[in-house]
């Protein structure tokens, strides 16, 4: 069967298995239990040595993640000169030696005066349009390609587009991709270098924990892009451009969309990583998003 009549028929058989199974006919049931349970899907074994294989690579695109990462980093400007632990301390000391009160802050020295009383820290400033960017960039991804993805099953839009090419219209889907991610990120960067820390979130423990979950994350992405390929990574489902059989190596044995779920463990050791509360927020917003698009595309 062309590859075109076997993803008109599994998405037709994938929208008939949402309905009552009672109302499907015997050869539907069949079909349907021969994509899900058939020799060449779950069933079928992995070529030998792929396990190591997938392994390597993706330990070599971490280690290429960590020299962007730390490139990028090095080309940020220097921390405000008041954010820096010597200034800290100075200020410490000049209210020592003014004799400043910690609870009215006022002076003993100077009775009179009174210390203009400072507003509690905030643990998000919703007040920063950077915020509200990255808020809007976060939502705006998931979005976007369910939209284009869906458009394309329907209306084979990208597909004409490139002269009936559909692989030239999945590349160019999986750029697009690609790139509003990189542009989410670093949006995302910004907004937490311009929102408030907070002190539980700056300790050794959980810096540790920022490392390790940004890099099971990546592990995730990385190995199941692989794994999936740029077509099986990018929607190439909707172009009508099947795999020859379903994946379930690492790491699709260990979660049903590795890519989702590590990406939201990235966010979360990035918040944790700066220490800013309201990456914590938006992280949330990434899941949340990510959870209402696996019910659109199961």
């Known amino acids: 069967m062309p590859p075109q009549e ?12 949402k309905i009552n199974w009672h109302e499907m006919t015997l050869q539907e049931k069949k079909a ?18 792929e396990g190591m294989k997938v392994f390597g690579y993706t330990v070599l695109g971490i280690s290429v993640a960590i020299v962007i990462m730390w490139g990028l980093r090095s080309m940020a400007g220097p921390p405000p000169s008041t954010m820096t632990k010597e200034w ?18 006022t002076s003993s020295q100077a009775p009179e005066m009174t210390i203009l009383h400072s507003t509690s820290p905030k643990l998000v400033d919703f007040t920063q349009t950077s915020l509200i960017v990255s808020a809007l960039s976060i939502a705006f991804n998931p979005i976007f390609w369910n939209i284009v993805a869906r458009n394309e099953y329907h209306n084979k839009t990208l597909t004409r587009l490139f002269g009936g090419n ?24 910004r ?47 909707y172009f009508g451009i099947l795999m020859d059989e379903r994946v379930t190596a690492f790491p699709f044995n260990v979660t049903d969309a590795p890519m989702y ?14 220490g800013r509360p309201a ?17 659109f595309e199961e």
């Not at 993803?7 to 058989?13: G, K, S, T, Y």
């Not at 559909?166 to 960067?189: H, P, W």
């Not at 050794?204 to 994350?217: E, I, K, M, T, V």
């Not at 914590?280 to 698009?293: F, G, M, P, S």
Request: aromatic content about 12%.
């Open 6 to 17: 076997q993803a008109d028929l599994w998405m037709a058989l994938r929208d008939r298995m």
């Open 32 to 49: 349907a239990y021969w994509i899900a349970f058939g020799p060449h899907g779950p069933r079928a074994q992995d070529p030998p040595g």
């Open 88 to 105: 800290q301390e100075k200020t410490n000391e000049y209210l020592k030696s003014q004799n400043i009160e910690p609870i009215t802050e």
């Open 166 to 189: 559909s692989r030239l219209g999945c590349y160019f889907l999986g750029a697009t991709i690609f790139a509003i991610g990189i542009v989410r990120d670093l949006l995302y960067e």
């Open 191 to 237: 907004a937490l270098r311009s929102q408030p820390t907070h002190p539980l979130l700056d300790t050794p423990a959980s810096s540790f924990l920022a490392y390790a979950l940004f890099g099971a994350g990546n592990v995730l992405v990385l190995s199941s892009m692989w794994a999936l390929g740029i077509t099986g990574t990018y929607l190439g489902d």
């Open 261 to 274: 779920y590590g990406s939201t463990l990235s966010f979360l050791g990035s918040a944790l990583y700066f």
């Open 279 to 295: 990456g914590l927020l938006l992280t949330i917003e990434v899941l949340v998003l990510y959870l209402v698009a696996l019910r």
